[in-house]
């Protein structure tokens, strides 16, 4: 099984930049495609941005622009730097993997934008 441990996480002003980090380790095979979705208090888990190992990228509408999602093979490490920082984007941070027979989760990592 592949285990995944986001960091990088935090509190930061509005316009401010982070930049979250996903380890993988374990059944480091199960990495075809990883992405990063948010959730929100009261509010459903969401998509975020995701990258393959083609080097395919994707993002949703509402941080196109502001989020760079990047996939570093040799360390099994997925990033996502975001800019801009806005108050709507706090949330707790998921990581996720997938490949064609399993899939994985990160703990999460609270992102908090304060105005």
């Known amino acids: 099984q592949v285990q995944l441990v986001e960091s990088g996480g935090g509190s930061v002003q509005a316009g401010g930049s982070l930049r979250l980090s996903c380890a993988a380790s374990?059944?480091?095979?199960?990495?075809?495609?990883m992405g990063w979705y948010r959730q929100a208090p009261g509010k459903e888990r969401e998509f975020v941005s995701r990258?393959?190992?083609?080097?395919?990228?994707s993002y949703a509408d509402f941080v196109k622009g502001r989020f760079t999602i990047s996939l570093d093979n040799a360390k099994n490490t997925v990033y996502l730097q975001m800019n801009s920082l806005k108050p709507e984007d706090t949330a707790v941070y998921y990581c996720?993997?997938?490949?064609?027979?399993?899939?994985?989760w990160g703990q999460g990592t609270q992102v908090t934008v304060s105005s």
């Open positions: 996720k993997t997938s490949c064609l027979w399993s899939s994985a």
């Open positions: 990258v393959d190992t083609s080097g395919s990228t």
């Open positions: 374990g059944d480091t095979r199960c990495i075809y495609r």
